[in-house]
């Protein structure tokens, strides 16, 4: 399969790093935000409220009150908490901002679009829009009813990625960031839409030229996963009719685009999907794990969370330490079902570095979500060995808790074809944003981090290619100040 050739060859390895030096080409890089010229642009009301439901209440499954509001309120509200600029930071020497968003991304690249189709929603046009973050805003490409083949519903939205923004600074490897980056997007969605009272679903395994000529997406963005949202802001569905395209040409992202073939053959090769073999799931069970605590409570709301998440520059490692409660509600909250066309089985399994956890030995352990233990796999310090797996990155190592995400990409594609590669990533990717609220939640924060010596964690984590392979690192802890930082309202 074409998923094993290109996970092979993006591997770290200290030789490949060796050879593969690149240096940025800050005057062609991409631009972060996308625009269609030429089509109506809808204002959304400003400063919309935060929803005030426990944020770590939403992370554990709590449903929250909907509130009756018009479409336009709750689009602003949705999208504020979800997809928007949230702060921007400030460079030093040069002077230069850059803007951070609610959705993270791996390098601040933002290879994520989010476009919506919407249908009943009462004071909003039914049509295709797509999402301008940079202005709170929303392109009206399309008019009336656009027929996508997705499940019908008020709102159904449509994460793309466009490549080449991570492939200017992470080349081959740049494909795996993307994925993540729709599963992080993906949560933001999910978590901010039951923070309102709504549910949501997504789907994966939909038809990609169809639906790429039904949105008529440009060539370099890619149609990736569609999340319908259920119960939003009252309206009544309306008959079926045509539609009303506006045009529009989407903006020229850089002067050079340079192309990665084994990117274009890897999407290629994921567009085929398989239905499920059928195989049941596995129901591991440890007896001599360690017990889980009862997790930490916190009352910040999910509008607050969602709005100050950000990814921490490092930790501040020496005492600092979290509780084994707190803990216990990261765990808790990164193992929530996930709904979606192919989350009927789970793909990743967490492995903790444990550095600083009162209560709780230093050491690795594989976490076991369904009987809500531990196991011990290695006693004693892992900061050294935490933070060499993660390229020497000093993060891993000073943060109270890293992880390390092996997902057993063997088992997706047999299930999907290479379509499962894809899927993997998708909740690599949902559990990193459930972690990064959930520790925003208990007052520390977290970092993603995707770039690691692959083989190098399987050999430490006894794993063969058959157990499971590392698809992300995560570190959380004490984060040391950015004086970058300049939050938004």
């Given at each position: 399969?074409i998923?094993?050739?290109?996970?092979?060859?993006?591997k770290?390895t200290?030789?490949?790093?060796?050879r593969?030096q690149?240096?940025?080409?800050?005057a062609n890089?991409p631009?972060p935000?996308?625009?269609y010229e030429g089509?109506?642009?809808?204002d959304?009301?400003a400063?919309?409220?935060?929803?005030q439901?426990?944020a770590?209440?939403?992370l554990?499954?709590?449903a929250a009150?909907a509130n009756a509001l018009d479409?336009?309120?709750f689009?602003s509200?949705f999208?504020?908490?979800?997809?928007?600029?949230?702060a921007?930071?400030r460079?030093?020497?040069?002077g230069?901002?850059y803007?951070l968003?609610?959705?993270?991304?791996?390098?601040?690249l933002?290879?994520?679009?989010f476009?919506?189709l919407?249908?009943g929603?009462?004071?909003?046009p039914?049509g295709?829009?797509?999402y301008?973050?940079?202005?709170?805003?929303?392109?009206?490409?399309a008019?009336?009813?656009v027929?996508?083949?997705l499940?019908?519903?008020t709102l159904?939205f449509v994460?793309?990625?466009?490549?080449?923004?991570?492939?200017?600074k992470y080349?081959?490897?740049?494909?795996?960031y993307c994925?993540h980056?729709?599963?992080?997007a993906w949560q933001?969605?999910v978590?901010?839409?039951r923070a309102?009272?709504?549910e949501?679903?997504a789907?994966?395994?939909?038809?990609?030229?169809?639906?790429?000529?039904?949105l008529?997406?440009?060539g370099?963005?890619?149609?990736?996963?569609?999340?319908?949202?259920?119960?939003?802001a009252p309206?009544?569905?309306?008959?079926?009719?045509g539609c009303?395209?506006?045009?529009g040409?989407?903006?020229i992202?850089?002067?050079?685009q340079?192309e990665?073939p084994?990117?274009?053959a890897?999407?290629?090769?994921?567009?085929?999907?398989m239905?499920?073999?059928?195989e049941s799931?596995?129901?591991?069970?440890?007896?001599?794990g360690?017990?889980l605590?009862?997790p930490?409570?916190?009352?910040?709301?999910?509008?607050?969370?969602a709005?100050?998440r950000?990814?921490?520059?490092?930790?501040?490692?020496?005492?600092?330490?979290i509780s084994?409660?707190?803990?216990?509600a990261?765990l808790?909250?990164?193992s929530q079902?996930l709904?979606?066309?192919f989350?009927?089985?789970r793909?990743v399994?967490?492995?903790?570095?444990?550095?600083r956890v009162e209560?709780?030995?230093p050491?690795m352990?594989?976490?076991?979500?369904e009987t809500?233990?531990l196991?011990l796999?290695?006693?004693?310090?892992q900061?050294v060995m935490?933070?060499?797996l993660s390229?020497g990155?000093?993060?891993?190592g000073?943060?109270?808790?890293?992880f390390s995400m092996?997902?057993?990409?063997?088992?997706a594609?047999?299930?999907?074809?290479?379509r499962?590669?894809?899927c993997?990533y998708?909740e690599a990717g949902?559990?990193?944003?459930?972690?990064?609220?959930?520790?925003?939640s208990?007052g520390?924060r977290a970092?993603g981090?995707?770039?690691?010596?692959d083989d190098?964690?399987h050999?430490y984590?006894?794993?063969t290619?058959q157990m499971?392979q590392?698809v992300?690192?995560?570190?959380i802890?004490?984060?040391?100040?950015d004086?970058?930082?300049?939050?938004h309202?």
């Amino acid at each position: 399969m074409i998923w094993r050739e290109y996970h092979e060859y993006t591997k770290h390895t200290a030789q490949s790093l060796r050879r593969s030096q690149h240096f940025l080409d800050w005057a062609n890089m991409p631009d972060p935000f996308r625009h269609y010229e030429g089509v109506p642009v809808l204002d959304l009301p400003a400063d919309p409220p935060a929803p005030q439901a426990s944020a770590l209440g939403i992370l554990h499954g709590q449903a929250a009150q909907a509130n009756a509001l018009d479409g336009p309120a709750f689009l602003s509200q949705f999208l504020y908490h979800s997809a928007a600029i949230s702060a921007t930071k400030r460079v030093p020497s040069s002077g230069y901002q850059y803007a951070l968003r609610v959705n993270p991304s791996s390098g601040n690249l933002h290879p994520t679009e989010f476009h919506f189709l919407s249908q009943g929603l009462r004071g909003w046009p039914d049509g295709l829009y797509h999402y301008r973050p940079s202005s709170h805003m929303a392109e009206q490409r399309a008019e009336g009813i656009v027929p996508s083949g997705l499940p019908g519903g008020t709102l159904n939205f449509v994460l793309t990625s466009i490549a080449w923004r991570e492939e200017w600074k992470y080349r081959d490897r740049a494909y795996r960031y993307c994925l993540h980056d729709i599963g992080h997007a993906w949560q933001a969605l999910v978590l901010a839409a039951r923070a309102m009272g709504c549910e949501s679903f997504a789907t994966a395994l939909f038809a990609d030229d169809e639906l790429t000529q039904a949105l008529r997406l440009s060539g370099d963005e890619w149609p990736m996963l569609a999340v319908s949202i259920r119960g939003p802001a009252p309206g009544e569905m309306r008959a079926e009719a045509g539609c009303t395209w506006h045009g529009g040409e989407p903006n020229i992202l850089s002067t050079n685009q340079i192309e990665y073939p084994r990117i274009e053959a890897m999407h290629q090769a994921t567009k085929v999907k398989m239905n499920g073999t059928g195989e049941s799931a596995d129901h591991a069970a440890i007896s001599n794990g360690i017990a889980l605590p009862a997790p930490a409570l916190s009352s910040k709301g999910y509008g607050e969370v969602a709005r100050t998440r950000r990814s921490a520059l490092d930790f501040r490692g020496g005492m600092e330490s979290i509780s084994f409660g707190d803990l216990s509600a990261l765990l808790h909250a990164a193992s929530q079902p996930l709904a979606g066309d192919f989350c009927d089985r789970r793909f990743v399994q967490l492995y903790l570095y444990v550095h600083r956890v009162e209560g709780l030995a230093p050491g690795m352990y594989r976490y076991w979500p369904e009987t809500g233990q531990l196991e011990l796999m290695r006693s004693g310090d892992q900061q050294v060995m935490a933070a060499g797996l993660s390229l020497g990155q000093q993060l891993a190592g000073n943060a109270c808790v890293a992880f390390s995400m092996i997902a057993d990409l063997e088992r997706a594609t047999r299930l999907h074809g290479d379509r499962g590669y894809r899927c993997a990533y998708f909740e690599a990717g949902a559990i990193g944003q459930r972690l990064y609220l959930a520790a925003e939640s208990l007052g520390v924060r977290a970092t993603g981090i995707g770039a690691f010596y692959d083989d190098e964690v399987h050999n430490y984590l006894g794993l063969t290619s058959q157990m499971g392979q590392v698809v992300y690192h995560f570190a959380i802890g004490h984060p040391v100040h950015d004086p970058r930082l300049d939050a938004h309202g």
